[in-house]
């Protein structure tokens, strides 16, 4: 497909000025911005990866991960290639740091195509992940539109690196979105994403306090970076302050990737301390992830303990859950819950979008 006018731009004297994030690269014509797919043609500001993808899968929902949004259905993933940040610890580099289009495996992914792709197949949302829908949001605008049309919701996997206005205008197409602080440090920030802290809590910020988008919180814990118990305190503080006790945060193992090869995997003993900080500091409902846990993968009601939504890794073993709330003592747990749970399961399923198989 050709190249698609996108929008958050002006021209600077020979440049045009990409505003969709903070970056503001300043493109030469016939060049491309940092991400890669936003280019300057002809004096204008285009983007390269409207209609293609790197690929289509069938998850569960909670692998993206979300705990508390239509907990055991079927999510449509998909994602285009390259990336605002440059995180030196990036577990899809081979997508998000691709310099290559012809990674990208279809040139026919129109929204039409992958909302009956998703409908063929069962699923109940569609997720905008593997690399950062904001780089690509006028695309990922354009589906979920369609997506809603057709009664499917829609999920952004995000760094939150994003300005004001192309925030405003992808998330008015939103239902929920994981959200990945990082760290709680500008350190951490500029030496191993090339980017900023402050415009993340400000997403974060934007998404709890004026939007109806249900948000979740990834921290991939990075041994010697940033999972000193200090850090996770503070940011753990924060969120309840500036956010509430009620968003679910998720700890997340590091495995070696990317440039950092020689830093070592995330111990369990470290999320299992992060996760109790977290609590510690008013936080009700805290996860640990990439670790065989089913105890802190599970959802458990902070009024009776009882636990409301049991997993293992992706499957779910339990639902005590009737009409949003504790069966047993009637407490509120917050998300996007229908009556009974999914039974997708711990399923990943690659599809072909208008395949009829």
């Not at 859950?321 to 399923?347: A, H, M, Y």
Request: glycine share 8%; charged share 20%; aromatic share 8%.
């Amino acid at each position: 497909m050709q190249p698609m006018s996108t929008s958050w731009w002006h021209v600077e004297g020979d440049k045009v000025v990409c505003t969709a994030c903070p970056r503001e690269c300043h493109i030469p014509q016939g060049q491309r911005g940092f991400c890669y797919v936003r280019a300057n043609v002809d004096g204008r500001l285009e983007l390269t990866t409207w209609g293609r993808s790197s690929g289509f899968c069938i998850d569960p929902i909670e692998k993206k991960p979300l705990a508390h949004f239509l907990p055991g259905t079927p999510v449509l993933s998909f994602g285009t290639a390259g990336c605002n940040l440059g995180c030196k610890f990036c577990q899809n580099h081979e997508i998000s740091k691709s310099r290559a289009m012809d990674t990208l495996a279809s040139d026919q992914a129109t929204p039409e195509a992958i909302v009956a792709t998703a409908l063929r197949t069962g699923c109940r949302s569609l997720a905008f992940t593997y690399n950062d829908p904001t780089i690509w949001a006028e695309y990922a605008i354009d589906v979920a539109r369609e997506a809603h049309e057709h009664g499917l919701k829609t999920v952004s996997v995000t760094a939150g690196y994003i300005n004001p206005e192309a925030r405003a205008a992808l998330y008015d197409h939103i239902d929920a979105a994981n959200v990945d602080l990082k760290s709680f440090t500008e350190k951490f920030y500029r030496s191993l994403t090339q980017t900023s802290l402050r415009p993340v809590l400000d997403t974060l910020v934007y998404l709890v306090r004026e939007t109806r988008v249900w948000v979740e919180i990834t921290t991939l814990v990075i041994p010697g970076h940033n999972d000193s118990p200090d850090e996770i305190a503070a940011m753990s503080a924060w969120i309840e302050r500036e956010l509430g006790p009620a968003v679910p945060l998720h700890f997340s193992a590091f495995h070696p990737d990317h440039k950092m090869l020689d830093t070592p995997p995330t111990p369990h003993a470290t999320l299992l301390r992060c996760r109790q900080i977290a609590l510690d500091h008013g936080l009700r409902h805290v996860y640990v992830g990439n670790v065989n846990d089913p105890a802190n993968q599970s959802t458990w009601c902070p009024s009776c303990g009882q636990c409301v939504i049991g997993r293992d890794w992706y499957e779910l073993t339990a639902w005590h859950l009737r009409e949003g709330k504790c069966d047993r003592c009637g407490t509120v747990i917050p998300g996007v819950f229908e009556d009974s749970p999914g039974q997708w399961g711990n399923r990943r399923q690659p599809v072909r979008v208008g395949a009829t198989q």
